[in-house]
């Protein structure tokens, strides 16, 4: 007869255990010092006890614990990896009934369509909150264009065939650095493209395609 021993929980366990429980930004903030376990502990117990569903994060923003800006920079300086779609349910923006089907919707088209792209078509998200939440995930800022402002001289060192192609845009300067703006900001290929015409010195924003797409028609 072999005797059992209780092994301890190491931290990547615990955190493990935790976004099992409570999900991926409770273990974030808990990660930094932003929350206590004494604090998700009794979070956890409260949102039990609520009649109406809500988010972890709700409830952890109504006790005061912490507020959306502390989320965001805590996304922003962390290497975490979420996906778009638990991040949208995590803020939520999105429930867990429409996101299952947007995926659905999503593996129909092939794999042809961008999450986002569905959830906008399908009218489950506002667009204002999904490049808000890329801006969270990706630690990109969400930009206007004023288009009375677009600098030709700037927007022609990417060629127009392939700015509309890539839906990007340089738009301004900042110091050295050159802002792009990025209908797509998770198209790879698309920041590769802009890394290699502009060198390393530049830096991505996010608008919406529609967007960049006006801004290259007052161009043209």
Excluded at 63 to 71: A, E, H, S
Excluded at 120 to 148: A, C, H, N
Aim: charge should be negative; aromatic fraction near 4%; include cysteine.
């Amino acid at each position: 007869m072999t005797e059992q021993t209780n092994k301890p929980v190491n931290e990547t366990q615990k955190l493990t255990l935790i976004e099992s429980e409570s999900g991926v930004l409770a273990a974030l903030l808990l990660n930094q010092g932003l929350l206590s376990e004494k604090q998700l502990k009794y979070a956890l117990r409260v949102r039990k006890k609520i009649a109406t569903p809500q988010t972890m994060l709700d409830t952890l923003i109504e006790l005061g614990y912490v507020d959306r800006d502390q989320v965001k920079e805590s996304l922003q300086h962390s290497q975490i990896n979420i996906r778009l779609g638990d991040l949208l349910v995590e803020l939520g923006y999105l429930n867990d009934a429409d996101l299952r089907q947007a995926l659905g919707l999503q593996k129909e088209s092939g794999g042809n369509k961008r999450l986002g792209e569905i959830l906008i078509e399908g009218g489950f998200i506002e667009e204002r909150r999904l490049l808000e939440t890329l801006s969270y995930q990706l630690g990109y800022p969400v930009i206007t264009i004023d288009f009375g402002k677009l600098d030709k001289p700037l927007a022609n060192l990417i060629p127009l065939n392939i700015c509309k192609e890539l839906c990007i845009l340089p738009i301004k300067r900042d110091g050295n650095i050159i802002v792009v703006a990025f209908g797509d900001p998770l198209d790879q290929h698309a920041l590769q493209t802009a890394e290699r015409l502009l060198g390393k010195n530049f830096r991505p924003a996010i608008t919406s395609k529609a967007t960049v797409l006006e801004a290259l028609s007052a161009l043209e």
